[in-house]
């Protein structure tokens, strides 16, 4: 299935490049790491079938380009462009599902966090949030050999350091239109890894979060914040097919599961709404 829709939308520092597809509630997928839009291009062709679904490529990535040199990233910059693209492309006060996964996992808990009104519910696909762990003082200074090995050495011996947080397994092959590792590990990997969610704000969205995890994941590193942090917000943990990019290899039982998460939510937000703030009757 091909894009209803691709085009680029200036924000501050940036442009960004998305995709539309399908018709029905507004459903925003954001990728982590150096992945773009193409990572969700499956996932995004099933969901199609009953919503109006939104890929882009984070700013820095891909066609996304940045206005000036590449800088360290800014896991509140990237919120406001997931907000900036809700508010072009969804109906005024109309409030949106999102999944967010890995370091788009993250960007998905800061925008419920800033804009919880445009939000109706988020699944948080295990955000690498390592600094919460008891042990994280190990964690990030993994991450900062491995960005000084990038340096030093170049890529490849960087990424060999990063299958750590996979079970010590390589990085699987995912669809991209252009390789941004380098980006992703000058600029993105040690700022996003170090950032924590406001976790007092987070209580006060907590009804809108979904925290989920991947099957084949479960033992690894990346898994474990998803469980304190749920733990601490009294919640469950979602579990979903595949590891840490099952939405890559598995979208059809992806996108199924997907749906049925955000289903409980849907009737409760979308009553609120209908009610209180302007919905479309």
């Known amino acids: 299935m091909s894009p209803l829709n691709s085009e680029t939308l200036g924000v501050p520092g940036a442009r960004i490049y998305f995709e539309v597809r399908g018709e029905g509630p507004l459903l925003l997928l954001i990728g982590g790491g150096n992945s773009d839009a193409a990572v969700f291009k499956r996932l995004a062709d099933v969901l199609a079938g009953s919503h109006r679904v939104v890929t882009y490529d984070p700013r820095g990535n891909s066609r996304s380009v940045l206005d000036g040199p590449r800088v360290d990233q800014k896991v509140g ?17 109309e409030p949106v599902y999102v999944f967010g996964s890995c370091s788009g996992g993250l960007t998905a808990l800061e925008l419920a966090i800033r804009h919880p009104d445009r939000v109706r519910s988020v699944v948080a696909h295990e955000p690498p949030v390592l600094s919460i762990l008891p042990d994280a003082e190990q964690h ?3 991450l900062d050999d491995i960005c000084g090995t ?3 050495e170049g890529m490849m011996p960087a ?3 990063l299958q750590a947080l996979h079970g010590g397994r390589p990085a699987p092959a995912l669809p991209e239109v252009h390789n941004n590792t380098d980006f992703f590990l000058t600029h993105f990997l040690r700022p996003f890894a170090r950032f924590v969610p406001d976790l007092t704000a987070l209580e006060e969205v907590a009804d809108k979060v979904v925290w989920a995890g991947g099957h084949a994941s479960r033992e690894d590193l990346v898994h474990r914040p998803t469980l304190v942090l749920a733990g601490r917000l009294g919640r469950e943990v979602r579990l979903f097919p595949g590891g840490h990019v099952g939405y890559a290899r598995y979208p059809a039982d992806f996108a199924e599961r997907l749906v049925e998460v955000l289903t409980p939510a849907v009737d409760a937000v979308d009553t609120r709404w209908a009610r209180g703030t302007g919905g479309r009757q």
């Open 159 to 161: 990424l060999t350091k």
């Open 77 to 93: 910059e990237h919120a406001d462009d997931a907000y900036h693209l809700i508010e072009h492309l969804a109906d005024p006060g």
């Open 150 to 152: 990038h340096l030093r």
């Open 140 to 142: 990030l200074a993994l």
